[in-house]
Nanobody, 123 residues
């Protein structure tokens, strides 16, 4: 049974940092690119960052470039999202996703999804 479980969300103030984790099971983690998406209230789910199977390829949305860092540990079947200098507009539910295509920025490119973790940034 495939599972992606996100953790690490919370309520923080603008300028603070958070580190999200996504633990994967039920599939061969190292065979999949991983990504983070987010969805704010009333908005479409949007791409945040993606990392290739080995971690050698990384791509970010312009809105988070320079503030967020995606990484993965294939030995632990876990992908991370370090979020620094958080802004109120980063408030959203953050989802991790797994897909066979590296560099994917579209939802349909990912096969497996977690349930999400809430990040709220107050001003």
């Amino acid at each position: 049974q495939v599972q992606l479980v996100e953790s690490g969300g919370g309520l923080v103030q603008a300028g603070d940092s958070l580190r999200l984790s996504c633990s994967a099971s039920g599939f061969t983690f190292s065979d999949y690119a991983m990504a983070w998406f987010r969805q704010a209230p009333g908005k479409e789910r949007e791409f945040v960052a993606t990392i290739s199977r080995t971690g050698g390829g990384i791509y970010y949305a312009d809105s988070v470039k320079g503030r967020f860092t995606i990484s993965r540990d294939n030995a632990k079947n876990t992908v991370y999202l370090q979020m620094n200098d958080l802004k109120p507009e980063d408030t959203a539910v953050y989802y991790c996703a797994a897909g066979p295509t590296s560099w994917g920025t579209r939802r349909y490119e990912y096969d497996y999804w977690g349930q999400g973790t809430q990040v709220t940034v107050s001003s």
